[in-house]
């Protein structure tokens, strides 16, 4: 079960409008006011003086941002992480001290933000009102036009765009066609006396979570979870989203949406960038520290409600059904499945078959699913309690309550599932053939050309074959296959099937893919994130107790490295420690020719510089300039085979070359074209 908060609309045309015109009015009136006052001032050193400071101080504003923001993340990135870590488990442990604490901080940021817009507005304000009394009288236009685009800048920065309510989502249900639902929800908003108006839809999810807006609560009910609930467990589950809105969403969560969202979409986006960068970054470091140290205890509080309300009994029995629809998520991708998209016209009936391979895995699993949950560990960074420390706080045996789902209620999931069908066949239907041809056709004809070709296995050609695998949901097949390329290809090409397959046995609760996702991320920085996070997961579902702790210590190097190394390997700038670059083994001309074959005439040039990160850290950076006509599509899918072939060349002796590629216009001002011999390719 997820808590959503709700998002800021972002600004559309009739919001910009409006803030043009009150910051066009502002500023004209504050303009009319200077002119009617003084008329001009004769003064030339005083007007100069009073204009060079007003002019100076938005770019002081923006000059101290772009230090204090380059300083800030300098400082992120040299801190010892293995501290932090014990640092933020500390404050967890003291959730309710060091809630109070990050609030402060963050009302403080508020404040100062608030602030800092006003003495901008006040700024503008001046320009505004000193444009027309120039001695010059050239200048006025200028400083009025500057004026009024700061003024609009911070208007857009502190006013939102009005709600117009909640719109009804894509999946809504009413209650008219399913009334023993809204009754259960109509019961637990009751229970907490919400008097906002209730809208449920239901999506094709294993998830349930609540969203507010200014006139409405919406529950989004995933079908697959929903469908396996009786009547006390569906009112025990209204009860725990409804807690979430009786405690009132976060004002701190409404600003920090706020802030990545509503007021960047305009055409003056750039300067409240500029302005406001600083804040905005220190406002949400402290939001993920305050939402770190609060949302277990508010889990805790929500789970509390449930159970006074519903019973133990009940509540318990909703959280074991939602642990295994956890379980079924962990799951998905790791066995065989049917491809949807593998006849002519869209399949009619993905809900329900979705439903039924649930049904099966459910059914197989369970004995397991019910040893893991006796085991499990709680992460360091869950935002949920784990099930069964959960059920221990209402006093009852982790069990299901055995009751079974009334036939009126069933029929109304069944209707659910059935509407659901029909909403994804209907979203299928207009680009059905587009997105049959990306998710069955092409992948299915790769892999019929790989066997028509005797399945011949390259470091470079066997990836895409995994990926066309994968696509069409033959995952035994990708376990052979990747089984083949460790064992036959050189250890650099085979880097990606060790991460593959150990993500498979893991999700198959195979311990064996602890050591493959070590051995890929180990040589591979590519794979560190995404590698310690599926082993530290597995290790808290299992209740490896001494897995886990050989992973904490050794994320902790892991993410040092990935962190002080990985940065800079992914990164070209002026400044860094550039020289000509010599690949072993003839490797730049096998790099010129793939550059050439991938690129079909659409590469004007390609260099290749040497960045020394430390005494023995280097990368080899590779930068493509596309042509100016090259879709972006066709850019995306040269870049891709560049990469994969950078990503799983080897050479003979050498286990650990490091390559990093990058696009001519995200580099251009590095330097790397002064380089001698950078130059490797250039079109004819």
């Not at 009751?190 to 507010?212: C, K, M, R, T």
């Not at 949950?373 to 045996?397: A, D, L, W, Y």
Request: glycine share 6%; charged share 30%.
């Amino acid at each position: 079960m997820k808590n959503e908060q709700n998002a800021p609309k972002m600004r559309g045309a009739k919001s910009d409008m409006i803030a043009v015109i009150v910051s066009a009015a502002v500023s004209a009136a504050f303009m009319i006011a200077g002119v009617l006052i003084f008329k001009k001032i004769e003064n030339s050193a005083l007007y100069n003086t009073a204009v060079l400071c007003l002019i100076l101080f938005p770019v002081a504003v923006a000059l101290t941002g772009l230090i204090g923001k380059k300083r800030f993340e300098k400082k992120i990135k040299t801190v010892d992480i293995k501290a932090t870590q014990e640092k933020m488990l500390e404050r967890r442990e003291e959730a309710g001290k060091y809630k109070l604490y990050y609030e402060k901080k963050l009302s403080l940021v508020i404040a100062l933000t608030y602030a800092l817009a006003v003495l901008l507005l006040l700024d503008a304000a001046g320009l505004a009102f000193f444009s027309y009394l120039s001695p010059y009288g050239a200048v006025g236009l200028p400083l009025f036009g500057l004026a009024l685009f700061i003024m609009l800048n911070v208007f857009c920065r502190l006013f939102t765009p009005a709600s117009d309510g909640a719109a009804q989502p894509r999946g809504s249900i009413s209650e008219k066609d399913y009334p023993l639902i809204y009754s259960a929800a109509k019961k637990a908003a009751e229970a907490f006396g919400i008097e906002y108006g209730i809208i449920l839809a239901v999506y094709p999810d294993l998830n349930i979570s609540v969203s507010l807006s200014k006139d409405a609560v919406t529950v989004y009910l995933g079908v697959y979870l929903l469908r396996k609930l009786n009547e006390n467990e569906l009112y025990a589950v209204f009860l725990h989203e409804f807690s979430h809105i009786k405690n009132g969403i976060n004002r701190y969560e409404k600003y920090y949406g706020y802030i990545n969202g509503a007021h960047r979409n305009h055409f003056g986006s750039w300067l409240n960038g500029l302005l406001f960068n600083y804040p905005d970054l220190v406002y949400c470091f402290n939001r993920e520290m305050y939402f770190y140290v609060r949302t277990l205890s508010e889990e805790e509080s929500a789970d509390a409600d449930m159970c006074k309300y519903a019973g133990a009994e009940a509540s318990a029995s909703l959280l074991i059904k939602c642990y295994r629809a956890e379980r079924i998520e962990w799951e998905d991708g790791s066995y065989d499945f049917m491809n949807m998209f593998s006849g002519e016209t869209p399949e009619e009936h993905t809900a329900t078959l979705c439903s039924e391979e649930y049904d099966r895995r459910e059914a197989e699993m369970l004995p397991v699913w019910d040893e893991w949950m006796k085991r499990e560990i709680q992460s360091r960074s869950s935002t949920h309690p784990i099930t069964r420390i959960r059920i221990s706080n209402f006093g009852v045996e982790p069990k299901t309550d055995g009751k079974d789902i009334s036939e009126e209620l069933r029929a109304e999931y069944e209707k659910a599932v059935k509407l659901v069908d029909g909403l994804n066949s209907d979203a299928l239907k207009e680009n059905y053939e587009e997105i049959r041809k990306a998710c069955y056709t092409e992948p299915l004809e790769k892999v019929e050309q790989w066997k028509r070709d005797g399945e011949i296995l390259t470091p470079d050609g066997y990836r895409p074959v995994v990926e066309a695998l994968i696509s069409l949901g033959r995952i035994n097949d990708v376990e052979k296959l990747c089984e083949r390329a460790i064992k036959d290809l050189p250890d650099t090409a085979a880097l990606y099937a060790y991460f593959t397959l150990g993500s498979l046995l893991l999700k198959r609760y195979d311990d064996r893919g602890i050591e493959y996702l070590y051995h890929a991320l180990e040589n591979n920085n590519n794979y560190i994130e995404d590698g310690l996070d599926m082993i530290g997961h597995y290790c808290c579902i299992t209740g490896n107790r001494e897995e886990l702790d050989k992973y904490r210590e050794k994320a902790v190097e892991y993410m040092t490295k990935d962190r002080d190394e990985s940065s800079e390997i992914g990164s070209l700038k002026r400044g860094d420690r550039l020289s000509k670059e010599t690949l072993p083994d003839g490797g730049q001309q096998e790099l010129v020719k793939v550059i050439k074959e991938a690129s079909d005439g659409k590469i004007e040039a390609a260099y290749l510089v040497r960045k020394t990160i430390t005494d023995k850290v280097f990368s080899s950076a590779v930068v493509l300039r596309f042509t100016p006509d090259c879709p972006d599509e066709e850019r995306r899918e040269i870049y891709n085979k560049v990469f994969l072939y950078l990503d799983t060349v080897s050479y003979e002796g050498i286990d650990d070359w490091q390559f990093s590629l990058f696009e001519y216009e995200s580099v251009k001002g590095a330097g790397f074209e002064s380089v001698e011999g950078s130059l490797i390719y250039k079109k004819e």
